[in-house]
């Protein structure tokens, strides 16, 4: 694209380097590079802006040349994930937030190649800051139904042939914005597993997330 201040291939690989090639968020942590299944490797990470690197992009700063949007000061590493959900969530991703995210994840890197790690501690209280509405919709569910676990994500316009056995819950895309990056989230956090399975994406509460929900708020 015409008049973006694009990383050069040397400032990417600094910063995937400095980053020990994880995630730079705090909360995903995820190695970005690795065997690809046969001969070769390969990589989900990115270079990306803190400050965006064309005007009307994302935390977009007027004040900073050519040449320092484009430097390795104005960029963190994450995964491709990671990388599209701090941009559609400008709100909840800050500049100052992505650079203490960058500080953190060079700290951990230099550490870590010196035999120490940094313990990041995950509060199901920030993780519910994050996504109050659906976090709140959990606990509602939960209150009317303890003991159920598992739940379904999709759209109000399918059709869902559920086992009236073994009842589950329903979070839908028309409710929620970003309903599936908030969810790779809330793995993070160890709140809920994955189990997906005959094209339907489905998940299971953690029981940890689960008393967390049914606690007096």
């Known amino acids: 694209m015409a008049n973006r201040d694009d990383f050069k291939a040397p400032v990417i690989r600094t910063i995937a380097q400095r980053a020990g090639y994880r995630c730079s968020n705090q909360t995903c942590l995820r190695p970005t590079i690795g065997p690809d299944g046969a001969d070769d490797s390969s990589s989900i990470g990115v270079a990306a802006h803190i400050t965006a690197a064309a005007v009307g992009g994302p935390r977009f700063d007027p004040s900073l040349t050519a040449g320092e949007r484009a430097a390795a000061e104005n960029a963190i590493w994450l995964c491709q994930t990671c990388s599209r959900l701090v941009d559609v969530d400008v709100t909840s991703h800050s500049i100052d937030q992505l ?3 960058k500080t953190l994840a060079e700290m951990r890197a230099y550490l870590g190649i010196r035999g120490f790690a940094i313990v990041v501690s995950r509060s199901f209280q920030k993780l519910e800051n994050k996504m109050p509405s659906l976090v709140a919709e959990m606990r509602d569910d939960l209150a ?74």
């Open 144 to 217: 009317n139904a303890p003991f159920i676990r598992e739940f379904i994500i999709g759209s109000k316009k399918w059709s869902y042939n559920g086992d009236p056995e073994n009842p589950i819950f329903s979070y839908y895309f028309e409710d929620h914005d970003n309903l599936k990056p908030m969810l790779k989230v809330m793995q993070n956090y160890d709140a809920i597993i994955e189990t997906t399975h005959n094209d339907t994406d489905r998940f299971e509460f953690t029981e940890d997330f689960a008393e967390y929900l049914q606690l007096p708020v």
């Open 99 to 101: 650079r203490e995210w």
